[in-house]
């Protein structure tokens, strides 16, 4: 790890989104920042839900994500540290992210002291929530005997009935995933 340089926070880009905008120029957006701040970074933590839905199977993942796969991999084969916190949308992780991309994955809050401070970072799906339909639906998406039963699903259907579902969800809400520029992000 670099002695100097900064520590960069981001999440939510929901990679994989149709809304707002495409899905490859929000991809070709977070390679760009990631590129940006690639030099400089001693440090990246990705704060959950960079991706709108992330089903790892045994031995399929996602279509797509190159381009953003690949930056993280080179900045992590440079020696920078990527940390990779699951969200509420990209909680189904394995072994992918940590054995090819050479990310640290964090399934769960983690504390660290950076520079003589404490952090407690955190994706933060479900911490402190008191609306009992939104735990439950946590508690659906964590159940082991579950995921285990979705992972039955041939690839092509339990990747579309995932993407589906969180492009119905957000749509139902009315949420706008729009970009409005660095100093409104």
């Not at 940006?36 to 031995?59: C, H, K, N, S, V």
Request: charged share 25%.
């Amino acid at each position: 790890m670099k002695k100097n340089g900064k520590i960069f926070f981001a999440s939510d880009f929901h990679l994989g989104l149709k809304a707002g905008k495409e899905p490859d120029e929000r991809e070709r957006l977070a390679v760009r920042w990631l590129n940006t701040i690639a030099p400089e970074a001693r440090e990246i933590f990705l704060l959950g839900d960079i991706f709108d839905f992330w089903w790892e199977y045994r031995l399929v993942v996602p279509r797509g994500f190159t381009r953003f796969l690949g930056t993280i991999s080179s900045i992590t084969d440079s020696g920078t540290p990527v940390h990779f916190f699951t969200g509420n949308h990209d909680m189904w992780v394995k072994d992918y992210f940590s054995t090819e991309c050479g990310m640290i994955v964090h399934t769960s809050p983690y504390t660290c002291t950076i520079d003589g401070r404490k952090f407690h970072i955190a994706h933060g799906e479900g911490l402190g929530s008191k609306n009992i339909g939104y735990r439950i639906l946590l508690w659906i998406f964590r159940n082991k005997t579950l995921q285990f039963l979705y992972s039955m699903l041939h690839p092509r259907i339990g990747i579309s009935i995932g993407l589906n579902w969180s492009q119905h969800s957000r749509f139902a809400k009315g949420i706008s995933m729009d970009f409005m520029g660095e100093d409104r992000e």
